[in-house]
T-cell receptor
Framework: GESVGLHLPTLSVQEGDNSIINCAYS??????FIWYKQESGKGPQFIID?????DKRQGQRVTVLLNKTVKHLSLQIAATQPGDSAVYFC???????????FGTGTRLQVFP | DTEVTQTPKHLVMGMTNKKSLKCEQH?????MYWYKQKAKKPPELMFV???????INESVPSRFSPECPNSSLLNLHLHALQPEDSALYLC????????????FGQGTRLTVV
């Protein structure tokens, strides 16, 4: 069946360092991926997305990398700040389905 | 306006009660979703509406009944729930399904007693 999962449940980084959050997916038909940030008591907040015809996409302080060969994507956060502390989810969908499926999530903890 | 608004924010209901969760968006999105999220878990898809028609029901028990009265509104009617149904219920919308950015509301924290 479909599954989207993460390698690390918790990531601790020092303020100012770069963070890398990973996600593996199993559905080779997936062609659209989103990273969400969820703070405690709030709904998921869109960070950045990428389509399968791209390998890399950059936003403000964030970069998403997609490796379709090994079905892996990552979220890189530059100069991590305390406000980045949250749970990060990857989600995937593909044309032909109305589903947006979430991975298991990684908690990012930023310490001074 | 890039908001998805959910009401109420918190709800406590008994197992014999009937209640409804509401979701509203004014972004012109034609796809709307209900998700259920338990603590420390990812959101789990429940229902998808596409152009006001139910397109996906992820084998959700009939005690959960979705409704999409128009393109801006999405309801989730609750009846005879169980304590294990206690969770954060999230609504989302996107311009269209599959391959477009989905925006989430803040959720309704539901407690069944």
């Amino acid at each position: 069946g479909e599954s989207v999962g993460l390698h690390l449940p918790t990531l601790s980084v020092q303020e100012g360092d770069n963070s890398i959050i990973n996600c593996a997916y199993s559905n080779s038909a997936s062609d659209y991926f989103i990273w969400y940030k969820q703070e405690s008591g709030k709904g998921p907040q869109f960070i950045i997305d990428i389509r399968s015809n791209m390998d890399k996409r950059q936003g403000q302080r964030v970069t998403v990398l997609l490796n379709k060969t090994v079905k892996h994507l990552s979220l890189q956060i530059a100069a991590t700040q305390p406000g980045d502390s949250a749970v990060y989810f990857c989600a995937e969908s593909h044309l032909g389905t109305d589903k947006l499926i979430f991975g298991t999530g990684t908690r990012l903890q930023v310490f001074p | 306006d890039t908001e998805v608004t959910q009401t109420p924010k918190h709800l406590v209901m008994g197992m014999t009660n009937k209640k409804s969760l509401k979701c509203e968006q004014h972004m012109g999105h034609r796809a709307m979703y209900w998700y259920k999220q338990k603590a420390k878990k990812p959101p789990e898809l429940m229902f998808v509406y596409s152009y006001e028609k139910l397109s996906i029901n992820e084998s959700v028990p009939s005690r959960f009944s979705p409704e999409c009265p128009n393109s801006s509104l999405l309801n989730l009617h609750l009846h005879a729930l169980q304590p294990e149904d206690s969770a954060l219920y999230l609504c989302a919308s996107s311009l269209k399904t599959a391959g477009t950015e989905a925006f989430f509301g803040q959720g309704t924290r539901l407690t069944v007693v």
